[in-house]
């Protein structure tokens, strides 16, 4: 029940494509869903956020979409850049007490030019 | 740079060795979080602090594993007699409580070579 189910592993997309990643969760607890990037040798860095009471955020080129009733949220890279290529990380918190994050297996983000 | 530091950024090491990182957060930031990841994987939760208090451990910290945060500002994680199961980056965490889904700032991490 603690799982965050992230998909696909590796996504190739040309230049100026919409790359998403998809998550599933299953526990009902979480009401606080980030994403993060990460790149080679260095710490994730929050992307984005959003709250179940949403279903849309966007900040920039970056979008979530959360499908509450289906226990789904996704990221869409808007005019997808090569220096968007990274790992994404989506991720889920309990919200009452620690926020500890459950964090799903990662995406391999590769965007060709 | 007032971001989250780590020290070590790597450490190499025999099986059977102690090991301890040191994590620096944000000045203000009154919570700290401990991770674990392996290649390939997602960061794994381990510990948390508010302010000094160890409020929760997770089942991957075995009793070889022990954090500390005196008085509340840095933070060490030990690992006793090292095994090549712990060679993972160690990641901390750090963010200002708000309620719920307050922003964790995540360091550089510290690599673990277990040889």
């Known amino acids: 029940q603690q799982q965050v189910k992230q998909s696909p592993q590796s996504l190739i997309v040309q230049k100026g494509g919409i790359p998403i990643i998809n998550c599933a969760y299953e526990?009902?607890?979480?009401?606080?869903f980030p994403w993060y990037q990460q790149f080679p040798g260095k710490g994730p860095a929050l992307l984005i956020a959003?709250?179940?009471?949403?279903s849309e955020k966007k900040e920039g080129r970056f979008t979530i979409s959360f499908n509450k009733s289906a226990k789904q949220f996704s990221l869409h890279i808007m005019d997808s850049q090569p220096g968007d290529s990274a790992t994404y990380f989506c991720?889920?918190?309990?919200?009452?007490?620690?926020?500890?994050?459950?964090f799903g297996q990662g995406t391999r983000l590769t965007i060709n030019p | 740079d007032t971001g989250v530091s780590q020290d070590p950024r790597h450490k190499i090491t025999k099986r059977g060795q102690n090991v301890t990182f040191r994590c620096d957060p944000i000045s203000e930031h009154n919570r700290l979080y401990w991770y674990r990841q392996t290649l390939g994987q997602g960061p794994e939760f381990l510990t948390y602090?508010?302010?000094?208090?160890?409020?929760?451990k997770s089942r991957l910290l075995s009793d070889r594993f022990s954090a500390e945060r005196p008085k509340g500002s840095f933070s060490t994680l030990e690992i006793q007699r090292t095994e090549q199961g712990d060679s993972a980056m160690y990641l901390c965490a750090s963010s200002l409580s708000v309620g719920v889904g307050d922003t964790q700032y995540f360091g550089p991490g510290t690599r673990l070579t277990v040889l």
């Open positions: 602090f508010q302010n000094e208090a160890q409020l929760e």
């Open positions: 959003i709250r179940p009471d949403v």
């Open positions: 526990n009902t607890a979480f009401d606080y």
């Open positions: 991720a889920a918190s309990p919200g009452e007490g620690a926020q500890k994050l459950v």
